[in-house]
Structure formats: C-alpha cells, structure tokens
C-alpha cells in the first residue's frame, strides 16, 4: 500500500505534466439536430437555462415541445410537453401553434399564450357553426418553465375581434373557398362585417407598464382587392390590442387575461342585439399600407397549382422589442415573417415604431433573414429575440430545414442593431453566447477507491457561468477520459457516467475533459473543462 500512495503522490505532483490537448475558447454552430418550429425562447435567471417552446417537438398526448440549453445550441428534450391533451387547451382540437412564455418574477408564474382551432361553441365565436379557421388564443399558467401547465380559465381568451368594414366575401363564394369574386365590384355585394380568427401570440411589456396582445389575423376571411394586379388576394395582417394588468398581478395565476376597455365591444352596431360582442383592434402591418415585393411570392398561386391553392400573402409570427435610439428616444422593432412557411421565399421582415401601437414602417432592408442554399438552410423565418446571459448580445432563434424536404429544425443567429437590424445566418463555428461561459466540469468524486477487476466510476457535469448544465448525451458535447498510466486499467464514458476497472492493486491519475463538436465535424478541448481525481484500486 505505501508504493501505491508513493506512487499516486508522484502523480498528482506531475499532475501539471500530463498533456491536456489543444484546447480553444468555447464555439457553437447550428446543428440543425434539434426539431422545432416556430420557437420562442425564454432565458430562465434562476436556472442559467435558456427554454424553447414549439409548436412541434411534444411526445405523443401533448402539445408544445419543451426544449432546454445552456448556450442556445445544445438542446436537451423535456418529456411530455407544455400542455397535456384532455386536461388543457380542450377549447381547441387541432391547430395548436406558435408558444410563447412570460415570466412574472414578483408572482414567480410562467404564462404560456398559444394559438389553437376551436372544435366547439364555434358559431358563439365567429357566427357561422362552418366557420373554417375558428383560431384563437389561449393562456396556461405554471410554476415553473418546464410545466406542466394548466389553462388560467376554460376557454381561449376572452376577445372577440370584429371588422365591421370587411365585405365577407367567402359568403358568395363556392364550398372550395378558393377563387374570389373576380371583380371588386362583385365582392363589395357581400354582407359586411366578420369575426377575425387570430394565432400567433406575441406579448408586449413596455417600459410604463402597459401591456400589448400583438397577433396575427388568419388569412382565412380577409380577401383583399389588389388594385395593382386587378384582383383579390387572402392575407393574414399583424394587430395589437391592449390587456388589463390584474390578471398579470395575480399571484394566484386564476385570472384570465382581458383586453382594454377602450377596445371592448368598439364595433358594434346599435341594431346588434344584446349580448353581442364585437371588439376592436389596432392595425399593426398589412401590405397595402407598406408594400414590399418579397412578400409576393404566392399571389399567384391559383393559376399556377391549377386551382390547388389560393392567391395569398403572410405576415405572421411577429416580435416586438423596446430599444433606445442615439438620443435617449424609444425605438420600437418589430419582426415578422412573410411567405408560407414551407416555401424557399419563406423569410423575416422587421419595421420599426415610435411608440408600440405604430404606426409602424417595414425596413428597405427587408428580408433581413432568408434562406441560403450555399450553407444548406431553408425556409427560415418564426422565430423570437433573445439576449445573451450577459445582455450584451441579442439573438434570433428561428425555425428552417436543412434541406428542402426535411423538417423544421432549431436555428439560432446573431442579431445585430447597426442603424439597420441584421441576421446573421451561418452554420460555421462561431463564438458562444457571451456570458455562457467559462465552462466549468465539475466531478462527484474526488478520490476513486476500487477492488481490483469490479468497475467504479464517478458522475461529471459541465456547467455554463450562469449555472446550466449541458446534456452529454447530445452528440454536441462530449466527455473523453483517459488513464495515466494507461496501463493501470480501463475506462468507459457514457453520457456524464465515467467508468474506470483495474484489474489489480495500484494507483492511477483519472484524467477527464469536456471537447464540443465543431461544424467540421471534429471535436475541440474546451478550456476549464478538465478534472483530475486519483484512482486506488486494492483488494
């Protein structure tokens, strides 16, 4: 026993000694490993987790996938998902996209806002029981960012957005829905007046503590006469209303939010019978008022799939930030996303503000994201900003595919504010989120005692500065280990699971650091990710 303490003293002292590798500051690169879409991300302070929630990416028997990371590239799946069918979001039957989460740190909730199709009570809602995109907007509430979530109240949001100038076209149109009146004269015979179906929640809080509903009005039910191209085309239009702030206050997570009075029931008519709900809204960006040609993409969609699909446009998914400008005035930004989704014109916009009810003008920049087939990503768009754990970088994560028949796929880019905003797009390797780091690994051991021939190991986890541990199942990150000398025995990495065998008496020096993949597809030493712990093995 004295030669192996003898023995393990040299090595500790040669500890310095031992070859670490080449090591680099920490990177990252867009995998395009992670399924998602249209993902918002919320950075979690008392974690040091940043969480991404999506329309896809929930096992079977919920909605909304749950994703979690360090650094905004190593996503780690949480089981199950946001919301769990038949105990929430049972107002809707399908449709259930674009997740948004809020944290109130007085209360300590976590409010979850999403888009759903309803399946019942439709008629109360939108008129017609055939009504054919009923969406609306729902709100679950949870303690904590990983859920399980609850509906605050039964049913979707208690808002009934009503435009009373909009001739309702789809009334004298065939069952297919998809050729318009081929005049606007013809259509301006329809009867006025239609239930707005709306998705795509996006939650405003602004610097004096009023709170904006901003969403995107389904395309369905809103045929637009195009007096440039001489015909009528379906768009989805960005909106805004403002919420009441009790349901925000309320440490009980009990109240269901509600729009501004000075919005409620704005539109109706004396002759409405009582009861009747019509509430206004505030336009936000449609294509009429601020036209842009990337936006065209599928207006002639009609004629070209041969009656398939109808004329259309999207603005959508929208995203909207608070800054200041040179002189100390509020800047307000707005993304959005134009195009359909699985189509390669599919990309953002953003348009910028004074104040957070517009008006708003759409950048000449415009597309400032959009796919690249030189880097292998398509269809980007959808996505929400996020700052750095450090705050001194924003990011956009967004939704693309990395080819043109394959899914949606978590993307996060670096956003920068230069006078213009711009997307940076790359999947080569590119520096960590700052703040993410140093890296830290840490072990459960520090002394391994083992009989010879029956394995012990030691568990190890890698931490980001903010506390966040990454998942060294995921092939992003990985754990190598060695023996020294390597002849003493064995080792086996699994995961964060280091196993070390001798098979007889004596001593070694566990050597165990922490390399990242790069987009070469080799893997990098990660500074400060290395741990030493002496190994005793004796009968």
Do not use: C
Request: aromatic share 12%; charged share 20%; net charge negative.
């Amino acid at each position: 026993m004295r030669k192996s303490v003898l023995f393990l003293v040299g090595l500790l002292l040669l500890a310095g000694a031992v070859p670490a590798g080449a090591t680099s500051a920490p990177t990252y690169f867009n995998s395009a490993t992670t399924p998602g879409a249209d993902p918002f991300v919320h950075f979690d302070r008392a974690s040091g987790y940043y969480y991404a929630y999506s329309t896809e990416g929930a096992d079977p028997g919920y909605h909304f996938g749950i994703y979690r990371s360090p650094d905004l590239a190593t996503w780690e799946h949480l089981p199950g998902g946001a919301l769990k069918a038949g105990e929430a979001g049972t107002w809707a039957h399908d449709w259930f996209w674009a997740p948004e989460l809020y944290h109130n740190e007085r209360t300590g909730l976590y409010y979850l806002f999403y888009s759903g199709r309803m399946n019942q009570n439709v008629a109360e809602h939108f008129k017609y029981a055939d009504f054919e995109e009923p969406s609306k907007v729902g709100v679950a509430v949870a303690d904590s960012p990983a859920g399980p979530f609850r509906d605050v109240a039964p049913g979707p949001l208690d808002y009934h957005p009503f435009d009373p100038d909009y001739h309702d076209v789809n009334l004298i149109m065939d069952a297919a829905q998809k050729k318009p009146p081929a005049t606007l004269a013809e259509g301006q015979t329809a009867p006025l007046g239609t239930y707005l179906p709306f998705i795509d929640p996006n939650v405003f809080f602004d610097a004096d503590g009023r709170i904006y509903l901003y969403f995107s009005r389904n395309a369905y039910r809103n045929w637009v006469w195009d007096t440039e191209l001489g015909k009528y085309v379906e768009e989805s239009n960005i909106y805004a209303v403002e919420l009441t702030s009790d349901w925000w206050r309320d440490p009980s997570g009990t109240t269901k939010p509600a729009i501004a009075p000075s919005y409620r029931d704005t539109n109706l008519d004396p002759a409405d019978p009582p009861g009747t709900r019509k509430d206004g809204w505030t336009p936000i960006l449609n294509y009429g008022s601020d036209k842009q040609p990337w936006e065209n993409a599928h207006v002639d969609d009609y004629a070209k799939t041969g009656g398939e699909k109808k004329d259309r446009r999207w603005a959508e998914g929208s995203t909207t930030v608070r800054a200041t400008d040179e002189d100390g005035k509020p800047v307000y930004r707005l993304t959005y996303s134009a195009n359909n989704y699985e189509n390669e014109h599919y990309g953002v916009g953003y348009a910028t503000a004074d104040s957070p009810l517009g008006p708003f003008r759409k950048s000449p920049a415009n597309p400032v994201l959009s796919q690249d087939p030189a880097q292998g990503v398509y269809s980007t768009g959808h996505g929400s900003i996020i700052g750095s754990p450090d705050g001194s970088e924003d990011f956009y994560v967004h939704h693309g595919r990395p080819s043109t028949t394959d899914s949606r796929r978590i993307y996060s880019s670096r956003m920068r504010v230069d006078g213009a905003l711009a997307i940076d797009l790359t999947t080569a390797d590119q520096p960590l989120p700052s703040g993410v780091g140093p890296l830290h690994l840490r072990s459960s051991e520090r002394l391994l005692r083992l009989r010879p021939g029956v394995p012990g190991g030691t568990d190890v986890t890698v931490r980001s500065a903010p506390g966040a541990a990454f998942d060294l199942t995921n092939p992003l990150n990985r754990l190598h280990a060695k023996l020294v000398p390597a002849n003493a025995g064995t080792v086996e990495v699994s995961g964060g699971r280091v196993t070390v065998t001798m098979p007889r008496n004596g001593a070694g020096l566990l050597e165990i650091g922490y390399r990242r993949l790069r987009a070469d597809g080799s893997y990098t030493e990660v500074p400060h990710g290395k741990a030493l712990i002496p190994v005793l093995s004796r009968s």
